[in-house]
């Protein structure tokens, strides 16, 4: 009788069917850590995205300022202080907003890489496809 259970696929007592279940689960636990390396790596991507965005805030007010200065010449100070005040208020604000996206931005990726790295390390695929 074991010789028949032997030709339907190997899945008989004298198999090993235990070793089959334990290769499921070495290729689950490594499609979790695919999984889990392709949402740190999404994650880093959100993350730069927020850097790029942080630039472009932290060079508006800077552009903004820039176009004051050249044009300084056209108008005299005191008639328009009323108004510039609030302008580079904004800038102000504007620039510290962009350089928080920037630094928050930073951080996280530097705690992605580093989960990536501890990831890496763990599994030798991983590894490959990270560095």
């Avoid at 090993?16 to 790596?41: D, F, I, P």
């Avoid at 328009?80 to 350089?99: D, K, Q, R, S």
């Avoid at 996206?101 to 990726?109: E, H, N």
């Amino acid at each position: 009788m074991g010789k028949p259970q032997r030709a339907m696929g190997g899945r008989g007592p004298e198999s090993g069917s235990k070793g089959s279940g334990g290769s499921n689960l070495h290729e689950g636990r490594e499609t979790l850590l695919l999984a889990e390396a392709q949402v740190l790596l999404a994650e880093k991507r959100t993350s730069l995205s927020a850097v790029r965005t942080g630039i472009a805030v932290v060079a508006l007010p800077l552009s903004i300022v820039s176009v004051l200065i050249a044009t300084s010449k056209l108008y005299a100070w005191s008639e328009v202080e009323h108004l510039i005040w609030p302008v580079l208020l904004a800038c102000a604000l504007l620039f510290v907003l962009g350089t928080y996206l920037i630094v928050r931005a930073l951080l996280r990726i530097r705690r992605f890489d580093r989960k990536l790295t501890r990831l890496s390390r763990d599994n030798s695929t991983l590894s490959g496809l990270v560095d």
